[in-house]
């Protein structure tokens, strides 16, 4: 069987090795980013996860805060650098996860490889998913469960393997909806799969019950949370974060345009041919439907969502584009895509991926933009400031403590700015937060309660200027701690931690 599953072509090995030597490349470039650069925010409020162990937060499961756990240093605070290398060689092996699941669907070993370059090169996966966030887990489970789910329908619907391989796909299933609520819609296309016509007899076996059972005990924790709270993180999604929710020509535009950065305008028309080409396959192929089944209704629910929201962002329809590839492999022979397209869409990718190399690891927008250079719209700052700011935050926090004052709370105005606070101290401090729409920070610790601490420690960067007097009325600055950052010579950020403490307090 594993002969079988080789991915080595006994003619021609050369896709092999260029698979290879870009992975190897790609993993390079990774380790290099992962040495030097701390969180981003969003990394940082999923390294806050880490510090909890809920089975859900109001933006998504828990999972991402399961593996965060595991890179917990002696003082119980996430390192960047032990992240982003597990991120760096997961994003490199996801790729042959992919390669494999085409195997599964019965690609050959050219069309295996094909898979591979494309999950690898596409540079929505190949940047996006050396950052710690759900969707790593994510794509994990999601290839996983297509892998597995079509392993299963190739197989005989009695056989030993496919009642395994079904299971495995209704585990990895529940594993992609605790990684991101976006597993749901993959859920969804397994059960239309095996109910359509060419999967139907599986209905037959216990297989299909038994996965579905299986993912539902890996969301227990989850829905208990949720149910015994009263639908937190479904309320903060879908309505206190939905202000001005409807069509809209920015949203549209946000969507097309987003795909056409994150994927390079020749990767998304080769996408489009490639769906086109799933679409028009005969309907008595299992593999084909469950192929179509996790792609388009997936792709129109989310592309929906995203041009309805103003806070959607174009990367959540990119778990959609898995099972293309898969599809790809498959047709490997039947040349989906011109050959000159496919040079372009190769060459835009790699070129695209070394450019994002360029600007996160060197400062090269500072000096390229010159005047015109904005550092607070460029998010690359925050791999670094952080890095300072959180040195800042520490010893900010260990003088109060030296000067015995115990009871003290570190106070953030929006989570960007708790979360790289969290991620840096750990649980040594309370963490209180006052991002207006709501966060994960004030459903832990309501301002009723943080508002009586006699000290805090106020943390905030030049993108949330605060008049203190005017904010806080009843409290006393008692010091600043500051910090510049600065890069290509240009002041990008300056941190600032303010003492505040009560005022007729001793």
Known sequence: MWERLSFRNAQDDTPVKVAVAVSLLLVTARFVLSESIGFGDAEALYASYSLFGQATYLDHPGLIGWLGSWFLNEQGVADPVSIHRFTSIAATAIPWLG?????FAGASA???????????????????????????????????????????????????????ATL?????????????????????????????????????????????????????????REISLGWPMLHHRLWHTQVGFGLTLRNVGALLGGQALYLTPFVAIAIVAIAIDLARQPHNDAVDRLLFYTTIPPFVALATLTILSRVAEPHWVAPAYLGLALHLGRRADSALVSRRLALASVFTSLLAIAVVFLVVRFPVLPKILGDSYDPKLDITNDLFAW?????????????????????VVVVGPHWVICAQVQAAIGQTAEVACETPEGDDFQQRLPKSAWERAPVWLYVTDDRFPIDIPTHFPNRSIAGVNRATVRRGGVVVRTIRVIQLQRMGAV
């Open 387 to 407: 890095k300072t700011g959180s040195t800042l935050v520490q010893s900010s926090l260990r003088q109060v403590r030296e000067a015995g004052i115990d009871d």
């Open 110 to 164: 050219r069309g295996a490889i094909l898979a591979v370059l494309a999950i690898a090169i596409v540079p929505e996966t190949a940047i996006g998913l050396f950052a710690f966030s759900p969707d790593l887990p994510l794509a994990i489970a999601w290839l996983g469960a297509l892998g597995l789910a079509a392993l299963a329908l190739r197989s005989h619907p009695s056989s030993l393997r496919s009642f395994a």
């Open 168 to 224: 495995g796909a209704g585990l990895c299933t529940g594993l992609a909806c605790a990684a991101k609520v976006t597993g749901i819609l993959l859920a969804i296309a397994l059960v239309a799969t095996w109910s359509s016509r060419p999967a139907r007899e599986r209905l037959r076996t216990f297989a299909p019950y038994f996965a579905v059972l299986l993912g539902i005990i890996v969301t227990l924790p989850m829905l208990q």
């Open 99 to 103: 390669g494999l699941a085409a195997r």
